[in-house]
């Protein structure tokens, strides 16, 4: 069986970051599992926030190299993943195999090829800060989701890349641009800065209402890997998660 399809109706070729996850790819998958900003910072978060999922269905919105979709399909989920980066999409079948429904798409395009109300969760790591406009992709999780199911994002907080970029405007929403260090070497990408009220009320117009917010401090392993970096979160925080329901 393959589960491997392309609904994207032609992904956006300026999709933020496209290029850059696709070079990232190989590395991402290689190390996401111990990468301690991801295995010991947001993983914990957000798989705190995550509902009981077995027996349910789930979307994994941005799925990079399919962690949560593993996590997910191993806690009784029937799960379909999306992104909207080639080599992400074959590092997610190369950790999952044909066990979930896996589809190239751009979270920027409607999901026409989900059906209304056929979702119980739509869980979406790191992926929505690559958006500009929320309405859309926001207003698409309410229509795939069911009476009463439950997002789960994590995105930048808007604290940390206000201040770390050294913005002028926090009340704007802008592109920024980023360098990461890989084995590879350095890999430019983009990604959107909005307000924490921008935030909210994007989920809020879009039919939710939010059950729970996070700024969690990072855990003892990332205290062990990263000291430094550690304290540093203690102080200032990396990132925000959210769960809100479907209204």
């Given at each position: 069986m393959n589960n491997i399809s392309d609904k994207n109706q032609e992904v956006n070729k300026e999709a933020i970051s496209l290029n850059s996850y696709e070079q990232m790819a190989e590395y991402y998958f290689k190390d996401v599992d111990t990468k301690p900003y991801n295995a010991y910072y947001e993983?914990?978060?957000?798989?705190?926030?995550?509902?009981?999922?077995k027996g349910k269905k789930v979307l994994d919105a941005g799925c990079a190299a399919g962690w949560y979709t593993k996590y997910l399909l191993e806690k009784g989920a029937a799960v379909t993943a999306l992104d909207f980066s080639p080599q992400m999409i074959e590092m997610t079948k190369k950790r999952v195999g044909d066990s979930a429904k896996i589809i190239?798409?751009?979270?920027?395009?409607?999901?026409?090829?989900?059906?209304?109300?056929?979702?119980?969760?739509?869980?979406?790591?790191?992926?929505?800060?690559?958006?500009?406009?929320?309405?859309?992709?926001?207003?698409?999780?309410?229509r795939v989701l069911k009476k009463e199911g439950q997002i789960i994002i994590s995105v930048h907080h808007p604290f940390m890349d206000f201040t770390v970029f050294n913005r002028e405007n926090y009340f704007l929403t802008e592109l920024l641009d980023d360098e990461w260090d890989t084995p590879s070497g350095k890999v430019k990408l983009q990604f959107y800065r909005r307000p924490l009220s921008k935030i909210i009320m994007s989920i809020i117009d879009s039919g939710f209402t939010i059950e729970k917010l996070l700024e969690p401090m990072p855990t003892e392993e990332f205290k062990n890997k990263l000291p430094d970096a550690y304290h540093r979160l203690t102080k200032k925080p990396q990132f925000l998660f959210i769960r809100a329901r479907k209204n």
């Amino acid at each position: 069986m393959n589960n491997i399809s392309d609904k994207n109706q032609e992904v956006n070729k300026e999709a933020i970051s496209l290029n850059s996850y696709e070079q990232m790819a190989e590395y991402y998958f290689k190390d996401v599992d111990t990468k301690p900003y991801n295995a010991y910072y947001e993983r914990p978060a957000t798989v705190s926030l995550i509902p009981k999922v077995k027996g349910k269905k789930v979307l994994d919105a941005g799925c990079a190299a399919g962690w949560y979709t593993k996590y997910l399909l191993e806690k009784g989920a029937a799960v379909t993943a999306l992104d909207f980066s080639p080599q992400m999409i074959e590092m997610t079948k190369k950790r999952v195999g044909d066990s979930a429904k896996i589809i190239r798409a751009d979270l920027n395009e409607p999901l026409s090829f989900i059906h209304d109300q056929s979702m119980d969760v739509v869980l979406s790591s790191l992926a929505l800060h690559y958006i500009e406009n929320w309405d859309g992709v926001l207003g698409e999780f309410n229509r795939v989701l069911k009476k009463e199911g439950q997002i789960i994002i994590s995105v930048h907080h808007p604290f940390m890349d206000f201040t770390v970029f050294n913005r002028e405007n926090y009340f704007l929403t802008e592109l920024l641009d980023d360098e990461w260090d890989t084995p590879s070497g350095k890999v430019k990408l983009q990604f959107y800065r909005r307000p924490l009220s921008k935030i909210i009320m994007s989920i809020i117009d879009s039919g939710f209402t939010i059950e729970k917010l996070l700024e969690p401090m990072p855990t003892e392993e990332f205290k062990n890997k990263l000291p430094d970096a550690y304290h540093r979160l203690t102080k200032k925080p990396q990132f925000l998660f959210i769960r809100a329901r479907k209204n």
